[in-house]
């Protein structure tokens, strides 16, 4: 059960979720006293809080004790899986080479840069490229888009479904009879109909959507892709306390990881970035500490190299260090060339 069904009341429900217990597990080591303090509450409320939870967590272990053994999985056949899984392209080849074989679903992935490199660029073009109907090697899926900083464009998204259109149909355009059967679906207006998108003004906002995707995900059964520009953007400007931002987005990471798993879909956070001193000098970093880079599968960073954007691979446990550069143009994001330059401010 989650704690948005916990059977308390709606106002305690609501305090639980702005603290950052978003699941059971992070419940299980507190003190009344101190969800007293968190939820600020009487100390029996917190006491009676934590029993209900307490003999929930009982009664499912004795119903449930062999649900994980259940669930088991030979390595064999996670490899095997693994190798079937179909990627979301991100419209550039090199890119794709070093992601092996584009975004893969079942993992989080998190994209940061400095501002202008083309982070929420790359977030629209994944939002069309999911939608790539299968008979084009695609993954015919929907896309999540929630958006924290109001950087999402639908006239930039309608150009980019354009642009992958028009590219797709070059690709397969000896294979007529394909292109007769998805020429419904390979149409701007179908692409925009199938992002959903969420515009969040508050971090307790973005809390309660990400809790509300499981109920959302279980009806729109397509969706191949969660997109959230920018995860960072509330959490830097509205926490003061630290250790509770900490957990909040331990939280939710741990929530979108769940989600990828149950619903084999992909989900891209863009971070920001910020400064940070080391050994005598100011460096630029991704936003919310080190801790935070443990909530996702893979680490892509998006730096200028000159005038020629390019992305490298900070982190991650499948794939080897490498960069590759890429290219924003009127269609979306694409291979490189040399008539993109960086625009320099005067």
Request: charged share 20%; glycine share 8%; with cysteine.
């Amino acid at each position: 059960m989650e704690i948005a069904n916990l059977p308390i009341s709606p106002s305690h429900r609501a305090k639980l979720l702005s603290a950052g217990y978003t699941t059971f597990s992070s419940l299980s080591a507190v003190s009344p006293s101190q969800l007293a303090r968190d939820l600020n509450i009487a100390l029996q409320e917190a006491s009676d809080i934590l029993k209900v939870v307490s003999d929930i967590t009982r009664s499912e272990s004795l119903h449930g004790g062999n649900a994980i053994l259940k669930g088991a999985q030979t390595a064999w056949d996670m490899l095997s899986e693994e190798q079937m899984q179909k990627r979301i392209t991100t419209g550039c080849d090199d890119l794709d080479t070093i992601l092996g074989g584009g975004i893969h679903c079942k993992e989080v992935t998190e994209v940061g840069g400095v501002p202008g490199i083309g982070k929420t660029q790359l977030g629209i073009q994944l939002a069309v490229n999911v939608q790539i109907p299968v008979e084009y090697g695609g993954l015919g899926g929907k896309a999540v888009y929630i958006d924290t900083e109001g950087s999402f464009m639908v006239e930039r998204a309608y150009q980019v479904a354009e642009g992958c259109i028009m590219d797709t149909l070059d690709k397969f355009g000896h294979h007529r009879k394909v292109i007769l059967d998805c020429q419904e679906q390979m149409q701007p207006n179908s692409f925009l109909a199938n992002i959903f998108y969420f515009r969040i003004c508050s971090y307790t906002e973005q809390i309660a959507v990400i809790n509300y995707l499981q109920k959302f995900l279980a009806e729109q059964k397509d969706v191949k892709i969660i997109i959230i520009d920018s995860v960072t953007f509330h959490f830097r400007q509205d926490f003061d306390d630290l250790a509770l931002r900490t957990r909040v987005l331990c939280g939710m990471s741990l929530k979108l990881m769940e989600l990828t798993k149950t619903y084999n879909l992909a989900v891209v956070l863009l971070n920001q970035v910020t400064t940070k001193f080391t050994e005598g000098s100011f460096q630029l970093t991704l936003a919310l500490g080190d801790s935070w880079s443990h909530a996702c599968t893979n680490r892509v960073i998006l730096y200028w190299n000159g005038n020629e954007r390019h992305a490298y691979i900070d982190k991650s446990p499948s794939l080897r260090s490498a960069s590759a550069p890429f290219s924003v143009t009127s269609k979306g994001i694409r291979n490189a060339t040399s008539q993109c330059k960086r625009v320099r401010m005067m």
